[in-house]
């Protein structure tokens, strides 16, 4: 079945600089991308997706990338700010191959003042 | 505009016995998924209901079962709980059951088994 690595399990930045946070996928069927931000005690919530037909998306301070051929896309985030630090997934989906999501392991993001 | 909401919010149980967890979908959507998310992991997929049917399960033995009403609000049951089945469960919405969209995800309900 698929499988999502993600990279690193954790990351700590001084506020203000940049984090990227790496994912790999197997399935070369996957054809949507997204990333979720999860803050202790609440739930998923997307911050920003990616479909296999685009190369690159950004929204504000986060932008997210991807490279079919190597299969694997990336979070980054600029600026970064104490509320940005929470734990990010990253997930893929086949529209051909089902409703599921396979989330990676997750990254602990932590933005130190 | 109510977002998925989840019921309880906090469960503790017994080796072996069961628990039904609940869900409402965020208004308008019609296909609920449920994941479970082990401590320190990613979600990892249950299964999802459209139109009252599993349409997809993933890998999780029988005692997990569920069941979505025509308002589309749906259960997860889980019999002869073990003390692997701690973890948080969420349940996500979204339309017209293909994704592609965004998966709304409920605050999870916190199962511990002792």
């Known amino acids: 079945g698929e499988n999502v690595e993600q990279h690193p399990s954790t990351l700590s930045v001084q506020e203000g600089d940049s984090a990227v946070i790496k994912c790999t996928y197997s399935?070369?069927?996957?054809?949507?991308f997204p990333w979720y931000k999860q803050e202790l005690g609440k739930r998923p919530q997307l911050i920003i997706d990616?479909?296999?037909?685009?190369g690159e998306k950004k929204d504000q301070r986060i932008a997210v990338t991807l490279n079919k051929t190597a299969k694997h896309f990336s979070l980054h985030i600029t600026e970064t700010q104490p509320e940005d630090s929470a734990v990010y997934f990253c997930?893929?989906?086949?529209?051909?191959?089902?409703?599921?999501?396979?989330f990676g392991t997750g990254t602990q993001l932590k933005v130190e003042l | 505009d109510a977002g998925v909401t989840q019921s309880p919010t906090h469960l503790i149980k017994t080796r072996g016995q069961q628990v039904t967890l609940r869900c409402s979908p965020k208004?308008?959507?019609?296909?609920v998924s449920w994941y479970q998310q082990a401590l320190g992991q990613g979600p990892q997929f249950i299964f999802q209901y459209y139109e009252e049917e599993e349409r997809q399960r993933g890998n999780f033995p029988d005692r997990f079962s569920g069941h979505q009403f025509p308002n589309y609000s749906s259960e997860l049951n889980v019999n002869a709980l073990l003390l692997g089945d701690s973890a948080l469960y969420l349940c996500?919405?979204?339309?017209?059951?293909?994704?592609?969209?965004?998966?709304?995800f409920g605050q999870g309900t916190r199962l511990t088994v002792v």
């Open positions: 208004s308008g959507h019609d296909t």
């Open positions: 996500a919405s979204l339309w017209g059951r293909r994704l592609g969209t965004e998966a709304f």
């Open positions: 997930a893929t989906h086949n529209t051909g191959g089902g409703n599921k999501l396979t």
């Open positions: 399935d070369s069927a996957s054809n949507y």
């Open positions: 990616i479909r296999s037909n685009v």
